[in-house]
């Protein structure tokens, strides 16, 4: 059955005119999901933008293999001094048990995690960086510029990941 996750995360204190780094959410979305294809329970599951189907990072002892998932939605804002991401992924579920974990599996994963990415570029230097968030760090995080050392952005919340139907 098709099943829609929301993912929304929001960076603060993303500084503004000329201290402005570009910011933006990249375009991939790492997320847990369980796999009915290969029967594994919170496998990482890559998403990308535009793509009809994710790819599926299985583990050491099954391939990665193509996986029906999709970003359906990824909603941008940005205000004074943040940076928000409002996505929706769409994937097809169905029940299995997962026999290594001995486990069943569920529409969203018993612990669900997500790495979201983000570029920026650095007009002093001239250079494009990236970092990523993900929902298990301790925050606040800080994140600062590898090239000038300018703050890029805090995030103080871990991003929220819902099934919404
Ligand atoms: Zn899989
Ligand atoms: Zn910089």
Known sequence: MLRTVEITAELTGVPQGEDFHNLHWEKTIELSLDCFVCERTDRT??????????????????????APARIAAFDVTTGQ????????????WAPFHDAKRDRPASALTRAPWVRLHVGSYCSGVRQ???????????????ETCGDCGLRLAVSDQAPGIRLLA
């Open 81 to 92: 001094d943040r940076l928000a991401l409002r996505a929706v992924v769409d994937h097809w």
């Open 45 to 66: 599951t890559v998403l990308r933008l535009g793509e009809e189907r994710a790819t599926c990072s299985a583990g050491r002892e099954a391939p990665r293999h193509p």
């Open 128 to 142: 494009s960086g990236s970092f990523s968030i993900q929902s298990n760090m301790v925050r606040p995080v800080r």
